[in-house]
Structure formats: C-alpha cells, structure tokens
RNA sequence: UGGGGUGUCGACUAAUGGUAAGUCCCCGGACUUUGGAUCCGGCAAUCCAGGUUCGAAUCCUGGCACCCCAGCCA
C-alpha cells in the first residue's frame, strides 16, 4: 500500500537546490549522535529524515559521532547507536565516521584563523569569560587577551596541545564580536583543555574541539551539503556559517533546523531518561516502558512501525507534542498484517464442562491469521477442563456485555458452544472461583446447525495442555499528558504511572507457543500484540510482553456506562 | 530585558493570493467465529485587531501567546 510521499519543508528545499544544481546536484545528510546515550524514538525521527533524504534523491547519509567531548562519551555507546540504526533498518555511507576522525584536521584550520588573526589564545577563567559574556540586554566586553599578537597566540596554542597548561587556563576563542545580540557571536569557545583520555584517540589530546568549531567543520570535510539539526541549534547557523566562510571552504555545507520529537505521556530528554534508569524507576534503558530504541524493541515494536510512524508525523518548524495513540495505531496497524494469532488467557478461570467426555481430547484446527490463508493453520487441543478469562464471565451480565453469564450461552473460538449451568464461589471470599458449563457436541467448530446466534465468542487453553506463562501488561509510563509541565512544587516524576506495568505471572497460553522466539510477534486474540521477552524469558517459563492492546471497544462502552 | 523562531480541527501535518485537505483521537452505523480487522458516515481549526485585494491561513501594519539562547555540553 503505497502512501503518498510526505513531503516537507526541507525536501522543499533540498529540491530546489537540486532544481538550481547547487552543490552539483549532490544531496548529502548525516546523522551525528553524541556518543552518551542510548537513542531514543526522537532520534529515529532525525534518522528517518536524514537517511531516509538521502535514500529519496539518491544521495548518501553518513553515520558520524560527534565525540568532541572525552569527559561523557563512552564506546559501549557507540555499539549501541550503530546496532539501533541497523535495526531501524538503515545502513550509513561507508565507515562509520567519529569527529575525532578530524581533529588534526581542525587543529590546522584552528592555527589557519590564528593566523588570520580571527582567532586568540584567552587566558581568563570560566568564571570571567561568562561575566564578559554579557547578558542578553547588555553587551559584552572583550577580553583584555583579545588582541594578543599572532605569534604569541600560536605558541600559546602549541603549547596547549603539548600539554604545558592545566585544565581551564586558557581556551582558544574565535574573534568576532562581543557586542552581538547573538551571543553565540561573542568570542565563542573553540578549544578547551582537558587532561582526559578520549574514547578513540586516547590520550594523544588533550585540548578538545567545541560542538560549534568540530561540527560544521566536519560537515564540511564530508562533503555534507545539508546539514539537518533540531531547532534550539537555530541561533547558531550564524556561528556555523561564520567559521565555514572564515576558512573559505568550497562548496560549503548548510544548516537546516526542524522541531524535534516531543510524544505524550513519555519524556525524551537524555537527561530524564538517565534519572529513571538511575533512580530505579525503571529496570533499564531497555526497560519495555521507555521511550528508547532498544526498550521499544524489547516491547515488540518493529522498525517498520517506527519508520512509518515517523513519516506521518512529518517534519515542520512548530514545537508540538504528538500524542502517543499515533505510535501506537502505527504498531497494531503492522502487526495486523503480520502477528500469527494465538490463544493466551491472562487471568485465568477454570471452566468444567461437564457432559464432556472425561478422558477425551480433540484437537482442532485454527488459522494462524483470519484473512491471511498463507500463514497456515496450527492444531490446538481441547477437552473437558478449559481456562477462559476471568473478564469474560459476569454473574450479572450489564447491558451490552455480550460474554458469559449464568444460564448464557457462548462461542468457544473454533470449538463449541458453551452454557454457562452453576458458578462455584469460595465459601469465605464469595470469589468466582470455576464455572460449570455444558456443550452442544452439535456446534463443533463454532457454528450451530439450527442456525442460531451467539452474540459473543471467547477465547480460551485447555487447562491440561496449556502452558503456564508470565505476562507483562505494559502501559504508558507517566499519567500526564505532558510531565514535564509540572505543577509548582512538584517534579516529573511525580506524574509516574503507578500501573504502567502490570506483572501476570499466571497466564495460560495455548502450547503452540511452546517454542515461541524472542523477538517474533503475536496477536493474543482479543487481548492485544506480544513478544517473548529476550532478558527474563526461560525455555519452561516464557515472559512475554503487550506490545500493544487491540482496540477495545467493550472497555469503552463500559466505561461510559460507569460514567452514566 | 536584546536576539532568534513558531502560532491552522482535541493531536500531528497540508494548502506558497483562488473550494481550508489528510491522518490519529473521539462519536455513530454496517459487517464479523477476535466487541479485533475491514467498510461507510460524522465531529472539528486559520492567535487577535486593523489594512491591501474581486478574493487573505498566505501579503502589509500593530498587538498577544509560546519555544530557544547568557556551558570551557551537544
């Protein structure tokens, strides 16, 4: 089903550059994560964008680590981000490429502006630099260092890099304009000293390249010609296309900046993400709840359902949140298609039916998708003692509840029809605890030959062959459609959704599923989208996560009959 | 407070001076051996005030609201 293209702003553009031949007809993007984070959904929307440009006007998107900075950037990082992308389903332009790739490449352009005498070695602490800094209303003042002659801020410069300075005595600045309203004008910060080793280059440095000065740089050295980031980088274009003109580079690249990803009921900042790993609030950066690349795969999204969904929200200027029933109706819309259909009974309740033969067992033939005769049929067993779902059976029935109740009769799925004689109860509580029913051996299969009609069907394992399973019913992870706009006093945290996960541990699944893999998906029939969980899964014992429920509409009228 | 951005149905996104469109949500209905899926229908928007124009979401003027920026983070 081919959609209609989504076209956006920066294909616009991109067209139209191509339209004038500007950088000879090439169109090359690049990704650029930090290696300090696990990627998250926001992310897959840059990348979807930047390959999937690339992809579209048959140009190239270049996997590039923007690792400028040695204190945070680690390589199990790396690993991670290259493994996410792959999986997302898309493959980068030849090596892998790191930002320190270019640093002696920097280095001489670095020495290039020295010379020009656009660039000066500044000898005031962090503390003096933000002072002359300014403020937004109110200019800055230059440093007393600014106007260091050339050779001195060269041999300062050697120095730096050969290591005679300690951490924060000097950084080496670009000379601008320290009266700029843009304050990313005012001198910024091209080097800083760190004593620290690097993930890749080890200790070889020991001055680091600032985003501003590495980033657009290695555009340049890439031969990127778009260069796609988020908004809040919009105020540094002028910063980006001042070092690129001040080196005089050829054919040099653009920034273009779109509203980054903001979904409801989740956070997507690496910071808040970080505090609910450290704080325990979930078990992980794969815990099936977070809004990451590995913890959605662990839930059983699929790449296919991500990428669509990042096509339909689309790509603009405008800061918005997109509600997370979008993602979620781009997975159940691509698992319809796909995920077999099973039976699992999550909350069990034994059912006896008890003009069945004792010692018989039939087995019946179901297909594995109802409009998909490809995917085949599987056999599952049946007998006397059943398990349905313990939500399907209401003493007393409400208006519209169209499943079992005393005296009524329902379909089992493909097997027969039941009805419902005796309910037992445990003396004390008065819970439900097993149901008497007879069957009409006339209606195997799941029709009635006398033509009659059962408005509901249930779903259902014979008790003595099902496989007992665990099942993690997981919901969105915070109440709040925003959290992070958080009432006075109150942190994001505070808006946590107690219920987000809900552990089943004695779930019943048809034994089918016996050898079901880690990673395959599956409709529980009536219930909603699962995989096996690849961490707590054992061979005896599977665990299996909800992806996503199916649409429910019962829930729905109940809820407004609760309502009135 | 200076600068840079952004305002279109409940949500997301189109319309680039000419019928305000699509998707999600929500609400009906049909069909149904998943209360699923599918199909059909419905709901519902141009931040405000002026101006230009035969005609304005779009152009102009003036407001208002929201986002970003004062790291040797990215």
């Known amino acids: 089903m081919a959609r209609m293209a989504q076209t956006d702003f920066i294909r616009m553009i991109i067209e139209e ?10 169109v090359a993007t690049r990704f650029p994560p930090e290696p300090n984070g696990y990627l998250h959904i926001g992310h897959a929307k840059s990348i979807c964008l930047n390959f999937g440009i690339a992809g579209q006007y048959g140009g190239t998107c270049n996997l590039r680590f923007d690792d400028t900075n040695p204190s945070t950037e680690e390589t199990e990082y790396v690993e991670s981000i290259k493994d996410d992308v792959r999986w997302l389903g898309f493959e980068w332009n030849g090596q892998v490429r790191y930002a ?28 003096e630099i933000s002072e002359h800094r300014g403020r937004w209303n109110e200019s800055g003042r230059e440093s007393p260092y600014r106007d260091r002659p050339v050779e001195e801020n060269l041999d300062l410069f050697r120095r730096m890099r050969a290591g005679e300075f300690e951490d924060g005595t000097h950084v080496l600045r670009a000379k601008i304009d320290m009266t700029s309203p843009n304050i990313n004008l005012r001198d910024p910060v091209m080097y800083r000293i760190r004593h620290e080793s690097h993930h890749r280059t080890g200790d070889d440095w020991c ?14 050295i890439e031969g990127i010609t778009h260069s796609i980031c988020t908004l809040e980088f919009e105020n540094h274009r002028p910063l980006y296309d001042w070092y690129v003109q001040a080196l005089e580079l050829e054919d040099p690249p653009h920034q273009f900046e779109f509203a980054r990803l903001d979904i409801s009921h989740t956070v997507l900042s690496k910071r808040r993400l970080l505090m609910l790993v450290n704080e325990g609030h979930v078990s992980g950066w794969d815990d099936p709840r977070m809004p990451t690349i590995v913890g959605l795969r662990r839930r059983g999204y699929t790449p296919e359902a991500i990428r ?11 800061n918005s949140i997109v509600d997370i029933k979008l993602l979620e109706f781009c997975q159940r819309e691509d698992l319809e298609k796909r995920a077999p259909r099973v039976m699992g009974v999550l909350k069990p309740l034994k059912v006896v039916i008890e003009n069945y033969p004792e010692d ?40 519209k509840f169209y499943r079992l109740a005393p005296d009524r009769e329902v379909r089992l ?12 109860k445990d003396p004390d509580t008065g819970e439900v605890v097993e149901l008497r029913c007879t069957y009409d051996p006339a209606t195997k299969g799941g029709t009635a030959p006398d033509g009659r009609k ?38 994001f945290i505070d808006y946590l959704n107690p219920s987000s996960l809900e552990v089943l541990e004695d779930c019943r699944v048809e034994p089918s599923l016996a050898d079901a893999e880690p990673g395959l998906p599956y409709q529980f029939e009536r219930k909603g989208y699962f995989v096996v969980d690849s961490a707590d899964s054992k061979p005896g014992k599977p665990v299996f996560n909800r992806t996503v429920s199916l649409r429910d509409s019962w829930a729905k009228i109940e809820q407004a009959q609760l309502q009135g």
């Open 17 to 26: 550059d191509l339209a004038a031949d500007r950088h000879g007809g090439r």
């Open 100 to 127: 320190s790739d270019y640093f002696e490449q920097l280095y001489e352009w670095a020495e290039k502006l020295i010379e020009k005498g656009v660039a000066y070695v500044d000898s005031l602490t962090a503390e």
């Open 207 to 220: 001055i680091y390249a600032t985003y501003d000065w590495a980033h657009g740089q290695s555009d340049a």
């Open 308 to 318: 669509n969904f990042c096509e339909r929200i689309g790509v603009a200027k405008t």
């Open 360 to 399: 018989q067992v039939e087995e019946f033939e179901f297909p594995n998708h109802p409009d998909n005769p490809e995917m085949g049929t599987r056999m599952v067993p049946f007998s006397r003692e059943i398990y349905i779902e313990r939500d399907d059976f209401r003493e007393e029935p409400p208006k």
């Open 413 to 424: 799925r493909f097997a027969y029809m039941i009805t419902c004689t005796d309910v037992i």
């Open 454 to 491: 059962v408005r509901g069907t249930l779903h259902w394992v014979s008790a003595a062959h099902a496989l007992k399973a665990e099942v993690r019913l997981n919901d969105h992870l915070f109440t709040r459609e925003n959290p992070n706009d958080v009432e006075e006093g109150k942190d």
